[in-house]
């Protein structure tokens, strides 16, 4: 299909859905390079991807991926050069801007795949020839048992991998959506939930599907209408609650509920919920803060062994009004 077509057929996708002509690569650069406003979910360093981004895509797999780039440069098919090209062209515009995740490259993972499967069989398997150079006939490739083995040492650390990282590592922060969900739909009464975490550490609506239950979370939206002078002191929500989360629960948040009482009315402060959840590093402030409250704990759940933002540490936790 023309190029000329495609970038056509996409504009007028983008007018349909916008209703008014876009064209959101530009809106991308603009909001992450010109006006730089990705840093304020988090600055990582400029070689993020290659320190961390690839070994995390291709995991045990990663020398073959850097022994298959470096072929496909210096010689090979055009094709693998061509992916090879925009493997490093991608990763090189996107480590321009100071935030990165690694799910920013994820569409290039195709590609590495290619480009890694050729380098791994052309290393492993190599032609075996018969006895008779004049007869020019070959049987099938044969991987020696040294390189049988490695194969299934990778194998094996990729399913070890992947096992932990999709049922063990950060598995409370979907757990207890899941409670919260169960719990809800066995009372089937109008809830309220309050998370005291940082931006985006749930999945949020994915789980909270009902109309009746009505959450919050801390925001963190970046300073968009800010100039450029007074977004270096801007703080978000988030920011302003882990400066001092004792200060602002008492500040921003009406006097908490007492057991066998009502909770205190106030049209100017946030209203305490029926469940507060948090990380575990968090308790000893909610235990001082909400000190002979009528919160008691109805949930806890394991999420990692280890995470590199201490706001994440420790278990999950959920508090329920009353042990309701």
């Not at 018969?130 to 007869?135: G, K, N, V």
């Not at 006939?137 to 049988?148: D, E, Q, Y």
Request: hydrophobic share 45%.
């Amino acid at each position: 299909m023309p190029w000329g077509l495609i970038l056509a057929l996409s504009g007028l996708a983008d007018r349909l859905y916008y209703q008014t002509w876009a064209f959101p690569p530009f809106r991308f650069l603009y909001f992450n390079i010109a006006q730089s406003l990705s840093v304020f979910y988090g600055r990582n360093d400029w070689h993020y991807y290659i320190s961390q981004g690839f070994p995390l895509l291709l995991t045990a797999a990663l020398p073959f991926g850097i022994l298959g780039v470096w072929r496909a440069l210096y010689g090979g098919y055009f094709i693998r050069l061509q992916l090879a090209v925009t493997v490093l062209f991608v990763t090189l515009a996107l480590s321009l801007i100071s935030h990165k995740e690694v799910r920013f490259i994820y569409p290039i993972l195709p590609m590495l795949h290619v480009i890694t499967a050729e380098a791994l069989v052309s290393t492993i398997y190599s032609p075996q020839h018969t006895d008779s150079p004049s007869s020019g006939n070959s049987v099938a490739p044969r991987a020696p048992k040294f390189w049988k083995f490695v194969l299934s040492i990778l194998v094996a650390i990729n399913i070890l991998i992947a096992f932990y990282a999709s049922v063990i590592h950060q598995s409370g922060v979907t757990s207890v959506l899941a409670y919260l969900r169960k719990d809800h739909e066995s009372r089937n009464t109008n809830t309220t939930i309050g998370f005291l975490m940082p931006c985006h550490s749930t999945p949020w609506r994915s789980h909270l599907i009902h109309p009746t239950m009505h959450a919050w979370a801390l925001t963190c939206e970046p300073p968009v209408n800010l100039p450029p002078a007074a977004r270096a002191a801007y703080l978000d929500e988030a920011d302003i609650f882990y400066a001092d989360p004792s200060l602002f629960l008492r500040t921003h948040f009406a006097p908490p509920p007492l057991p066998g009482k009502k909770a205190a009315g106030s049209a100017e402060k946030r209203q305490w919920p029926d469940s507060i959840v948090f990380f575990e590093q968090l308790q000893p402030v909610l235990e001082d803060v909400l000190k002979g409250n009528a919160y008691v704990e109805c949930w806890r759940g394991f999420n990692t062994h280890w995470h590199d933002d201490w706001r994440r540490r420790g278990d999950v936790v959920v508090w329920c009004l009353g042990g309701s």
